[in-house]
């Protein structure tokens, strides 16, 4: 494997598309509002994956030094892990997440200084939550803080920051629409969590699912999935969703799929088969805003 694959798979590319989708998401509120610009749309979208890819990498490095992550994790099973795996070195994926994030920042900047400093306020946040996610001395992802800094995140900060790109100011239906989607981001890591129980425990983590008991966490899961779903549908009957945001309930199979295996089993890949479900929520959610905005 090639030095340059290892440093792409290090930055887990495939959680790329959850980024994508609360970019477009904000963008296309943006333009059913206004102009569109595809430039910024672009840039926007380059500047806040910069940024992602430089959270896990940081993510990564520090769950390795404090022992977090080893060759018997179970995300080391299913997914490469170049660093606990030995192909890169602690100093070579710290490099990588320094590079990618001062490239984020240099974006964010050049968006600020021509499209306002509302930007650059989000972007010191994202910065900080990416950061400070397992860094000391905040680690607060091991504080059972990371569902909600995810869903902040993933949610109303970066639909809003994407709107935000286009439009020039805030919008209360961008950050209305963000909230489902956002939920379904965070599940991805309460999933992660709900699965690694037992070990976190033992390394002394404290996370939402070891807060709650497994049993309640499982039912919290469940409960968060259909919220996001009800709210899809409520705000299609009453705004500012519209009747096709209704064709986001095509992914609800995936979801029972997933049920079933999580209420017996959390799998292995518990947190990307619920990436799974909310990159096709959002796709979904996605494609029902064009569609409306054109019709």
């Known amino acids: 494997m090639s030095f340059y694959k290892k440093w792409f798979l290090a930055t887990r590319p495939w959680s790329f598309t959850m980024t994508a989708v609360s970019v477009s998401m904000g963008s296309v509120m943006g333009a059913i509002d206004g102009g569109f610009s595809w430039f910024l749309y672009l840039l926007a979208l380059t500047g806040v994956v910069f940024m992602h890819a430089a959270a896990n990498l940081f993510n990564d490095y520090y769950d390795v030094l404090s022992g977090v992550d080893t060759l018997e994790v179970s995300t080391a099973q299913y997914r490469p892990h170049p660093l606990v795996e030995g192909s890169l070195t602690v100093r070579e994926v710290l490099a990588e997440a320094v590079i990618l994030f001062v490239l984020a920042g240099v974006i964010g900047i050049f968006l ?15 910065a900080c939550a ?3 996610y397992t860094a000391p001395p905040f680690k607060y992802k ?12 993933w949610g109303p900060l970066m639909v809003e920051g994407a709107y935000f790109v286009q439009r020039q100011t805030l919008s209360l239906d961008a950050l209305w629409v963000s909230l489902p989607f956002g939920v379904l981001v965070a599940l991805v890591l309460l999933a992660n969590n709900l699965r690694d129980t037992a070990d976190d ?3 002394g983590i404290k996370t939402l699912s ?6 309640k966490g499982i039912w919290l899961y469940v409960l968060l999935v259909a919220c996001a779903y009800v ?4 705000m ?3 705004g500012p969703l519209n ?5 986001v309930l095509i992914s609800l199979p995936l979801f029972f799929s997933l049920l079933n295996k999580m209420i017996h089993n959390p799998p292995l890949d518990a947190d990307a088969q619920t990436a799974k479900l909310n990159t096709a929520f959002g796709i979904l959610l996605l494609i029902s805003l064009v569609i409306g905005s054109l019709t």
Do not use: D
Not at 210 to 215: A, E, N, P, V, W
Not at 243 to 247: A, G, M, P
């Open 112 to 126: 600020a200084a021509t499209r306002g400093w509302m930007i650059l306020v989000l972007a010191l946040i994202g």
């Open 130 to 132: 990416g950061l400070f």
């Open 142 to 153: 091991y504080k059972a803080l990371g569902e909600i800094s995810v869903f902040l995140m």
């Open 201 to 203: 425990r033992e390394k």
């Open 210 to 215: 070891i807060m709650t008991g497994h049993h």
């Open 231 to 234: 709210s899809v549908v409520v």
């Open 236 to 238: 299609a009957f009453t």
């Open 243 to 247: 009747h096709w945001s209704l064709i």
